[in-house]
């Protein structure tokens, strides 16, 4: 069973685009919401993460929205360039006593020149 | 810098052959995680230790062992590799208190020949 449903499976946006991955939860005792960018060949690098408190968090380009009530999150790549190229992962986690995430399936992200 | 690191980042192994792979961190984080990951899928948490206590992963086959002799090193043992055992192994590290954040490692890619 899935605790994390993550769409699309792959993305192709033009350079200067927006890119938005979108996440799905079922557990609400869920209270960590980070989303990983990967590049081939090496680990998962945390992008940007979010606690249920509040219902946007932006980094630069990089923006999350989340949902509560709907239990769904999403990233938003502003002004999409090359180099954003990569996989994307979602995860959500508890910070209480037991600290492991749940991890989406992965979104494969081309941005195209 | 503190971080975590990994050796090899690429190992060979025959089928069969017992292989040992090692993940160091100067971070001083208590708890350690290892994760599998194939080509074009999640990382797949196989076990995580919350200092010296060992947490096993349901589906975490008994072919994968794990030590941690101490708070900095955790090593990931695969006593018989087989040709599906070929993956990228990721170590995390994170802390049991206050914000909640994986730092991974660089991973080791295996091959099983």
């Known amino acids: 069973q899935q605790q994390v449903k993550q769409s699309p499976q792959s993305l192709i946006v033009q350079k200067g685009g927006i890119s938005i991955i979108n996440c799905a939860y079922e557990n609400t005792a869920f209270d960590y919401f980070p989303w990983y960018q990967q590049f081939p060949g090496k680990g998962p690098a945390l992008l940007i993460a979010?606690?249920?408190d509040v219902s946007e968090k932006k980094e630069g380009r990089f923006t999350i929205s989340f949902n509560k009530s709907a239990k769904q999150f999403s990233l938003h790549i502003m002004d999409s360039q090359p180099g954003d190229s990569a996989t994307y992962f979602c995860?959500?986690?508890?910070?209480?006593?037991?600290?492991?995430?749940?991890w989406g399936l992965g979104t494969s992200l081309a941005v195209n020149p | 810098d503190a971080m975590v690191i990994q050796n090899p980042r690429y190992q060979v192994t025959q089928f069969g052959k017992p292989v040992t792979l090692s993940c160091s961190q100067t971070l001083n984080h208590n708890v350690m995680y290892w994760y599998q990951q194939k080509s074009s899928q999640a990382p797949k948490l196989l076990f995580h230790y919350y200092d010296k206590d060992f947490n096993n992963e349901a589906d975490t086959p008994d072919n994968f062992q794990s030590r941690r002799p101490n708070t900095s090193f955790c090593f990931l043992d695969i006593r018989s590799p087989g040709l599906g055992d070929a993956a990228m192994y990721l170590c995390a590290t994170s802390i049991d208190r206050g914000p909640f954040r994986e730092y991974f490692g660089p991973g080791t890619r295996l091959t099983v020949t």
């Open positions: 995860a959500a986690g508890n910070a209480g006593n037991n600290r492991k995430l749940i």
């Open positions: 979010i606690r249920p």
